[in-house]
């Protein structure tokens, strides 16, 4: 195979994936827009195809947690304020919400908090070593509940055997969503991944670790469901 098409191949695969959100045209306020411009050159790790070295990002040796879809970082910022021992990697692509993370990051004087704003299956892909994950969140990703977008959701075979990929043995992928269909589909396809072994029969309480958001309470008040699914990689 010569360069030139070695090359166009690669660039063929990058652009294959669905991609799971659409960069929604919304309002930035001012406070979200200061503390993206002065908060990204501290704690966003720009995208770069590459292995990152996420020891050197962050400056010490600790577990690394990976929270893809940070929303608008409250419950994110909030994890990592109270588990310091570890490391958490957090991506999100809506500049608000990573407007609002960084303001959680400045205010709650976190250090072990950095930022990716890109696509998750890209920065998961390319910059990610594989075994270098303690554990991954993925908290009420978009479920894309109309049968002709549901080819767009993040919870798809690939990406979870790649998400696996990038766990180290006995690291975990927990997933959570208040869509009970969804909720099905993110079960059967964790437990049709090989590489993962499901830490309870099927669904499993809210781990301690993972908030109570204010919109979830509300929904819970109303007798909405919320399904969590915690998944480890095998030994």
């Not at 004087?109 to 910059?127: C, F, G, K, P, T």
């Not at 029969?201 to 309470?217: G, L, M, N, S």
């Amino acid at each position: 195979m010569s360069e030139i098409d070695d090359e166009a191949t690669v660039s063929a695969r990058r652009a294959a994936h669905i991609r799971s959100f659409v960069l929604r045209q919304g309002r930035v306020s001012d406070a979200q827009r200061r503390f993206h411009e002065e908060g990204m050159p501290r704690w966003g790790v720009p995208y770069r195809p590459g292995v990152l070295d996420l020891d050197a990002v962050f400056g010490r040796s600790a577990p690394k947690i990976l929270e893809i879809g940070c929303g608008m970082g409250e419950t994110t910022a909030t994890i990592a304020a109270a588990h310091p021992q570890n490391d958490y990697l957090g991506i999100e692509v809506h500049t608000p919400g990573v407007g609002s993370l960084l303001k959680e990051i400045a205010t709650r004087e976190l250090s072990n908090l950095r930022v990716i704003q890109h696509d998750a299956v890209e920065v998961v892909r390319d910059m990610i070593a594989p075994g270098s994950l303690s554990g991954i969140h993925i908290f009420f990703p978009d479920p894309w509940p109309k049968k002709r977008q549901q080819k767009r959701r993040l919870i798809q075979p690939g990406f979870v055997g790649l998400l696996a990929t990038r766990l180290a043995p006995g690291g975990y992928l927990h997933c959570a969503t208040d869509w009970e269909e969804y909720a099905v589909q993110m079960l059967a396809v964790l437990s049709a991944e090989p590489l993962l072994v499901n830490t309870a029969k099927d669904f499993t309480p809210r781990p301690p670790y993972r908030p109570q958001t204010k919109f979830e309470t509300r929904g819970l008040k109303l007798g909405h469901g919320v399904w969590d699914v915690v998944f480890r990689r095998r030994a």
